[in-house]
C-alpha cells in the first residue's frame, strides 16, 4: 500500500487511485495491521489476500472499508480458535460486515 501514486498515476484509473489512497490512509491510522496484498482489480470487489496467516478475505466496495478491516482481527481470532493453522479456512467474507463469515473446506 506504500506505494507513491505519482509513480502508478497513469497507470490505474482514478477509482483505483482513490482506493489507493484511501488504503494507504488506513495504513497510516494503522487500522491495517496485518501484511497482504489487496486486490484492486475490481474495485467493487476489493480483496485482500493476507501473507500470515495464508488466508484470503473478502472486503467487496470499499463502503464501511473502516469498519470491515477493524473486524479483521478479531474474525481472525474466531478462525484459529477452529482450526490454529487456518488449514481449513477457505475464506472470510467481511462484504457484509454486520454478518462476517468464516468459509471451511
Not at 488466508?55 to 473502516?66: I, R
Not at 477493524?70 to 484459529?80: R, V
Request: charged share 30%; net charge positive.
Amino acid at each position: 500500500v506504500c506505494i507513491q501514486a505519482a509513480q502508478i498515476k497513469n497507470k490505474l484509473p482514478q477509482v483505483q487511485l482513490d482506493l489507493l489512497r484511501e488504503l494507504d490512509a488506513l495504513v497510516q491510522q494503522k487500522v491495517i495491521k496485518d501484511k497482504g496484498i489487496f486486490d484492486l482489480s475490481n474495485p467493487k470487489n476489493l480483496i485482500l489476500h493476507l501473507q500470515e496467516p495464508r488466508v484470503k478475505v473478502w472486503l467487496g466496495e470499499n463502503t464501511d472499508l473502516f469498519m470491515k478491516l477493524k473486524l479483521l482481527t478479531p474474525t481472525l481470532e474466531t478462525a484459529k480458535k477452529q482450526d490454529a493453522t487456518y488449514q481449513t479456512v477457505e475464506y472470510i467474507d467481511l462484504r457484509f460486515w454486520k454478518n462476517p463469515v468464516i468459509k471451511t473446506r
